[in-house]
């Protein structure tokens, strides 16, 4: 990357930069690649947010289908993580996990796990567990809330099996010819999975981030405190795929001992630490063994700790200045935090990030973990909080007694509640997948790039006001 016509004298953040076209013989997004250079085996530069509000199991699979990473909280007791790990590890991988109730459900529990969207679906199990049909979502809304979902199954509707598709293109056309938004996928009378259209269209265009053994991957995160060597051999005996170590403050002893114990157990698998914003700490902790580092401090939507304690940096100069010391010392960099459109992930890219975290961009999703909620207006959201805030540190610590539970609250800081709208247009995190990557893919081709290190290389990079970044920005239809 270089800078268009001067150089910065003072830290940027992505507001503060924008890519300069350059000279491209790119004829279409669809011929760049968005693979990773990480060692994590992505397709696409995209990881969750270990948040309790963000990443659970259902997002974390999801996101690998489509060739991401998502990253487990470490707030999750141990026995849960190796529970979530192994269900992830469990999912199928050519088709969508279906979203289960039984018969005897209501259509408000229904409600509460997915929209009344075209292109998704519940399954239906009898009491005994075996399959008893499907909704398509967009029929929830026909019935009263407290209607028993069983009533609401039409007879011989119509599923796909397994050996009538080889591919997705066969699975959409089959869809296409069958008039169906959305469907059950059976094996010996068993579902295995469910389809949409989009879904089936997506896996043409996507690869699944998938291990040896052609399973989902999966990250989970740890803290630096406790018997950290104990969890991490847990984690990768419940057949973990990346470990993340973190905690807000990574340039510290404690967190350099950690990595250098895990690193110790040579469990085979990727360290991710952090989170530092200088050079001199990407060397620490590569040095300890950490095989990528994760950069940002204080530009997350539910992060004040800038505000609460004037620390952090502008999240462009911090991955532009760390990526650049960790290819030096042989290691990757992940930009965790700061991103508000697809804009800014193309920014972190070109900056030299080989992946980029999201967070509350991804918690307001189907997948994200948490119930569908409505507004005073109708409109659905789910609660989001920081990690640092009053609700994540009773999460974390509740097995503690209430004295050291009350001096651990008392110095919270952080956003505890937050309401996250899904977009109406985009409602899954696949959704925002596929919106992020197009624009990333774009970015590229403007650049003449055809692989993430070629954009690094040929990305050019211009300075502008505040004033220039509103310009870019569309003015409301009707203007």
């Not at 993580?81 to 199928?92: F, G, N, S, Y």
């Not at 950490?290 to 609460?308: N, S």
């Not at 209430?402 to 309401?419: D, H, P, V």
Request: with cysteine; charged share 20%.
């Amino acid at each position: 990357m270089r800078f268009y016509e001067a150089a910065p004298t003072h830290d940027l953040t992505y507001s503060d930069v924008f890519l300069v076209p350059s000279r491209s013989d790119v004829t279409s997004r669809l011929d760049v690649s968005l693979a990773t250079d990480d060692g994590t085996g992505a397709t696409i530069p995209l990881v969750s947010a270990n948040m309790n509000s963000v990443t659970g199991a259902r997002l974390a699979a999801t996101l690998a289908r489509r060739g991401g990473l998502g990253v487990l909280p470490q707030d999750m007791h141990l026995q849960e993580l190796d529970t979530a790990i192994r269900w992830v590890k469990d999912q199928p991988v050519a088709y969508d996990t279906p979203i289960e109730l039984h018969t005897g459900d209501t259509v408000a529990k229904a409600l509460g796990l997915v929209p009344a969207a075209a292109g998704h679906g519940i399954v239906l199990l009898d009491g005994g567990g075996k399959y008893a049909g499907c909704i398509d979502a967009s029929e929830l809304l026909k019935a009263m809330p407290d209607a028993r979902l069983g009533d609401l199954v039409r007879e011989n509707l119509p599923a796909i099996d397994v050996e009538d598709v080889g591919d997705p293109r066969e699975a959409f056309d089959l869809m296409i010819a069958a008039d169906l938004a959305f469907a059950p996928v059976m094996r010996h009378g068993a579902v295995v999975g469910t389809l949409s259209r989009t879904s089936a269209l997506r896996s043409t265009l996507y690869q699944p981030n998938v291990d040896a053994d052609g399973k989902l991957k999966v990250a989970a995160a740890l803290g630096m405190n406790g018997d950290v060597a104990a969890k991490a051999r847990a984690l990768a005996g419940a057949g973990v795929d990346v470990l993340v170590i973190d905690t807000a403050h990574g340039a510290q002893d404690g967190m350099v001992k950690a990595v250098q114990t895990v690193t110790a157990l040579g469990l085979g698998v990727p360290i991710v630490a952090g989170n530092v914003v200088t050079p001199d700490a990407v060397r620490d902790l590569a040095d300890a063994g950490a095989t990528i580092i994760k950069v940002g401090v204080g530009p997350g939507a539910m992060c004040t700790t800038r505000m609460m304690t004037a620390v952090g940096r502008p999240q462009f100069s911090a991955v532009l200045e760390t990526a650049a010391t960790a290819r030096e010392v042989g290691a990757s960099v992940w930009a965790d935090g700061g991103v508000r459109y697809p804009r800014d992930v193309a920014l972190a890219l070109a900056a030299g990030a080989a992946s980029v975290m999201i967070g509350s961009w991804f918690a307001g999703t189907i997948e994200a973990p948490g119930v569908l909620q409505r507004d005073d207006d109708g409109k659905l959201y789910k609660e989001s909080w920081g990690m640092a805030s009053t609700k994540a540190v009773h999460e974390r610590f509740d097995r503690l007694d209430a004295y050291e539970l009350a001096r651990k609250t008392l110095f919270a800081e952080g956003i505890s509640s937050s309401r996250i709208y899904l977009d109406p247009q985009r409602p899954s995190v696949e959704d925002l997948i596929d919106m992020i990557t197009s624009g990333v893919r774009s970015s590229m081709s403007y650049a003449g790039a055809r692989s993430i290190p070629e954009f690094r290389d040929r990305a050019v990079v211009g300075l502008q006001s505040a004033a220039g970044y509103e310009e870019g920005k569309a003015l409301p239809v009707g203007w």
